[in-house]
């Protein structure tokens, strides 16, 4: 079965601590896309990468960091200077990084950070 | 700048009744147009889409938008509602930007079916 694998589903971090959020996917997709959903505000780009061994920033990039060392990978952390990391976290792909494609969704990881 | 509106957070609606998601966008240029569902903690799965083929898309569930550009309306219907349509509702457009496509979504619109 193709898709986009997120883990884990549920994390919890202490205030200070660097975390990241693994996503996966076996759809042969060149591109790969990080959003962060929180209640009331639909979602939020915050980095995407159109091929391996690139990526750019999005609207809310502050205090992210990611890497597309292999086609199927593309790994988010969240670091220490995000002021306000708890939210939903979604991740996902499409064929191309073109308008007239969908994009597919993996199930998300939540973070909750004390 | 390229928007998507949708108008009410929250629809209810008895099984059974029309299913109505308002969904009005901005842009410059014609747009490609989504609606996505997502059930509570869970990722978001594409319902239709919209590129400048036919007007009327239909999708999955029973779902079907027409594109209004007059109106600049994609507005998601659905003849009769199941309890199972409780989701959560995200209206998107998409455009170039950067020499790739940006996914613009609304706020999202929450659907309770009521027995």
């Known amino acids: 079965d193709g898709g986009i694998t997120q883990s884990p589903k549920y994390l919890f971090r202490k205030e200070g601590q660097n975390v990241t959020l693994s996503c996966e996917q076996n759809l042969n997709h060149d591109a790969m896309y990080w959003y962060r959903q929180d209640p009331g505000q639909g979602l939020r780009l915050i980095y995407y990468?159109?091929?391996?061994?690139?990526?750019q920033k999005g609207d809310i990039a502050e205090g992210y960091s990611v890497s597309r060392e292999k086609k199927e990978s593309f790994p988010l952390t969240v670091t220490s200077a995000q002021k306000n990391p708890t939210a939903f976290y979604l991740c996902a792909s499409s064929i191309a990084d073109k308008p007239f494609y969908e994009q597919y969704f993996g199930p998300g990881t939540r973070l909750t950070v004390t | 700048a390229q928007s998507v509106t949708q108008l009410g957070s929250h629809v209810s609606v008895s099984e059974g009744a029309l299913v109505l998601l308002r969904c009005n966008y901005s842009?410059?240029?014609?747009?490609?147009l989504f609606w996505y569902v997502q059930y509570p903690n869970q990722g978001l799965q594409l319902l239709l889409k919209?590129?400048?083929?036919?007007?009327l898309v239909k999708g999955i569930n029973g779902f079907e938008a027409e594109f209004k550009k007059s109106e600049t309306s994609f507005h998601l219907t659905k003849p009769s509602a199941h309890m199972s349509d409780a989701a959560e509702y995200f209206c998107a457009v998409s455009v170039y930007y950067n020499q790739g496509g940006k996914l613009i979504f609304g706020q999202g619109t929450e659907l309770s079916v009521k027995p």
């Open positions: 919209y590129t400048s083929a036919a007007t």
């Open positions: 990468s159109q091929i391996v061994n690139d990526f």
């Open positions: 842009s410059s240029v014609p747009p490609y």
